[in-house]
């Protein structure tokens, strides 16, 4: 890395049309390494450079200027942020643009429309990438991974229903029980710590549209099975997307995340074991979000040539800023669960 670039350098960038363009990921310039410094804390300017923009704070007391995407103090968090940066040069940029759109119109509008403003911005960035050299250079070295076929399995014996519980077409991988005015949904794919594929969204996006429809419905909790609440989605799903454009309207015409933050009731999420880019997504829409001391978060998405898909980039944004947003997402670095409770990215640990 080079020396650090000044404030004054920085604010020049800013303030030159020609500067601004030449210091950008489309020049070559992947990320901006610049000194904390108080006058940056006024600086008001219409256009950042178009790479991320890392505050260096190596005298301690980051300031928390929205010129930096993220303030770092710690040089092997810097390497490390570098390094991934500049294996992802496009997608990392991709994300910093999609946080500062998404920060602005939640600064700007009513929470209802700064969320759909900012799954749009989301999904369609998101949708481009899926078809940009940086994902599919990641998904090339990929191991080809075919979903197994079930087991033939004898048909169960004929049992009575469990009472008030709802029935849908997909229970094989979500499960749903009515007790009293109370709707508990779980994730039910254990055998692959719940990995979110096409089938586990739809059944979750219906539970949540008959509990919109439901006024009697006072409570919506979410959980998972098995060791995880959900570590993240299916990649052996990932790279099937031909269209960005179909892609696009079917992520913003379906959306659990969206669904979940949009309920009137209280919702709430009980998390626990490896929360992973939509394991921690969704459910950081609910209004309040539990998780068990040893689980830890982690957005992996970048390293793949992606940004956050799953509503990370309103849900994960809202709770915590946008520079720890860019945090996790540029460091692909594990959150524990303490961390998660001083930044409030959840609301609450369980017991032990």
Known sequence: MDAPLTAQELIDICHSPAAAE??????GCAYLVVQTDPRLDVLQVDQLPQCPVIGWAAAGGAESSRVFDLVLDDPQILATVISQITAQPVASTTLIQVLRHNTTVLDRLTPASARSAGLL??????????????????????????????????????????????????????????QSDQLMITLNRPEVHNAFNEAM?????????????????HT???????????????????????????????RTTRHAGALLAGLAC?????????????????????????AHPETTFRLPEVAMGLVPGAGGTVSILRRIGRQRT???????APIDAPTALGWGLIDSLTEP
């Open 22 to 27: 030449a210091y950008s990921s489309a020049s």
């Open 121 to 178: 911005a989301e999904s369609l960035a998101y949708s481009s990438l899926q078809h940009s050299h940086g994902f599919q250079n990641w998904l090339a070295q990929q191991p080809s991974a075919k979903p197994a076929k079930p087991a033939k399995t004898r048909k169960p014996a004929k049992t009575r229903k469990p009472a008030k519980t709802i029935n849908t077409a997909n229970t094989k991988v979500v499960l749903a029980e009515r």
């Open 201 to 217: 969204k739809a059944a979750l996006c219906e539970l949540l549209q008959l509990a919109a429809c439901d006024p009697s419905i």
């Open 220 to 250: 919506v909790q979410l959980q998972g099975r098995g060791a995880s609440f959900c570590a993240g989605g299916d990649l052996s799903e990932f790279g099937l997307a031909t269209d960005a454009g179909v892609a696009h309207t079917s």
């Open 266 to 290: 209280h919702t709430s999420a009980i998390l626990h074991g490896a929360c992973i880019g939509a394991g921690i997504e969704v459910p950081a829409f609910a209004k309040h979000v539990t």
């Open 326 to 332: 860019a945090y996790m997402a540029l460091s692909n």
